[in-house]
């Protein structure tokens, strides 16, 4: 369970077994959660910067909790109370906050690569927790992780990734970490959200969601992404639910043992139904527990290979 490497930015650029460390070390850290003191102490004296340009709910705060369950001090930064309403620029941002001293930077930020761009003038570990419609690297490791540990492997299985491909920074890291375990990974959705550089990241590609599902055993469920549909791509969001909406009746197409996913913020009754959100096959709130330990495991593993004084309990 080593990983060589000081940042995490993206899931394209990892190995197989980088992924597997990940995974693994998350495994230990999901043990922890489960104990009455939820606590270790691989990073006390460490401090994490968490810095949002972006609202988050999950994101957030599973990495302000993976920080304070590793006994790391953090600070927290969203931009409504910031100096940057007041015009400063993210590189200005980020050296003010490191003159602090500093050991790790979290950010999630519109811009795609604007984790990378840290990673040019900053000292610190820099973590990717969602770069505009690049990756979200964490939430792809989740996914994986939650898929995992159900089947007890990824190779071979068959998972649809449903929904709006063109702004989702979920699904390419879902398909670069998929696809690199071994998994079969099929995108669905209306053909205006489907990028064609999808078919050449090794998925299959389908508009007939009927035919995408036949045989699955994973539905991961993009949100559509209301904020940023301002261009004419969904003719309407009834159109979309009727053609793409995941429901009961068509859950009728998976494999037995059929698990229903989704990163959330949900859209209840746009692209899943209510009833197949909350039913038994659905994992959506463990994903946000396994999101904790993945997160742990992340900030665990870039701060050992950094050399910091770190053991996992
Ligand atoms: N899945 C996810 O990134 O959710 P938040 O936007 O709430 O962090």
Known sequence: MTVKRKHLLGLEELEPHEIMSFLESAKVFREVLDRPIKKVAPLRGLTVVNLFFEPSTRTRLSFELAEKRLSADTVSFTTATSSVKKGETLKDTVRNIEAMKIDMIVIRHQSAGAPYFLTRFSDACIVNAGDGQHEHPTQGLLDLYTIWTKYKKLAGLRVVLMGDAKHSRVIRSNIWGLTKLGASVAVCGPPTLLPVEMEKMGVEVYTDIDKALDGADVVNVMRIQLERQTSGLLPSL??????????????????????????????????????VADSDNSVILEQVTNGVAVRMAVLYLLAASEGKNVKQD
């Not at 995941?246 to 692209?271: A, D, S």
């Open 238 to 275: 009834r159109e979309y639910t009727t053609l793409f909406g995941i429901t009961r009746e068509r859950l009728k197409r998976l494999n037995k043992n059929y698990t229903i996913m989704h990163p959330g913020p949900i859209n209840r009754g746009i692209e899943l139904a209510d009833d």
